[in-house]
């Protein structure tokens, strides 16, 4: 009986001792998963918010194993964290280039896109109370006109967003503008601009 007794107080020390030798391990492994997601953080916040939301739970609950001296679960989590926070710095540098190149493609659009709205609302101006030309009906140019309104509005909103910070939304909708002016300037039989 005493044997047995020794050999369980000699396996509890193992085992607390395997634990002990564990829990150093298991802090550098979180210490490092969690200083290459501060380094991501701020980017992550703008460009990947929902990735960014799920690493920092899985932060959160490598945290909780580590309080609760579950070494072998913050190893684990530590190691998904790291892999996690990888992907997140691809995203974000993926959504970084799509934000310059639109940038710079509304930079292009927002000199092209007033003027084409601009030469739209005067034809649409000169048309008004005038008898239309043969290749404008009376319904191409109500269409035009909504079209116009439409234009003008979208175009607020494509300023906006760019002005919140948002260039690949306002790319995606000054492209829309422009899509609509081409149409419109069919409608009203004009050259293009």
Request: proline share 3%; aromatic share 4%; hydrophobic share 45%.
């Amino acid at each position: 009986m005493q044997s047995s007794t020794l050999l369980a107080i000699a396996a509890t020390a193992l085992l607390l001792g395997g634990c002990a030798n564990n829990e150093e391990p298991a802090r550098q492994a979180l210490a490092s998963a969690e200083a290459s997601l501060a380094e991501i953080r701020v980017d992550a916040a703008k460009y990947a918010p929902t990735e960014l939301e799920t690493a920092e739970s899985r932060l959160a609950k490598v945290k909780e194993d580590l309080a609760k001296k579950e070494y072998k679960d913050v190893l684990g989590g530590a190691t998904q964290l790291t892999k996690e926070t990888a992907t997140l710095k691809e995203i974000v540098v993926s959504k970084q280039t799509q934000a310059v190149a639109a940038t710079h493609e509304w930079e292009s659009l927002s000199e092209e896109v007033p003027k084409m709205v601009k030469a739209i609302e005067n034809r649409v101006d000169t048309l008004s109370g005038a008898k239309l030309p043969k290749d404008v009906d009376k319904e191409s140019f109500e269409s035009a006109k909504a079209g116009l309104q439409s234009m003008k509005s979208l175009w607020a909103e494509a300023s906006a967003a760019f002005e919140a910070g948002n260039a690949i939304l306002a790319a995606d909708k000054a492209r829309m503008v422009q899509a609509k002016g081409e149409e419109v300037i069919d409608q009203l039989g004009m050259s293009p601009v």
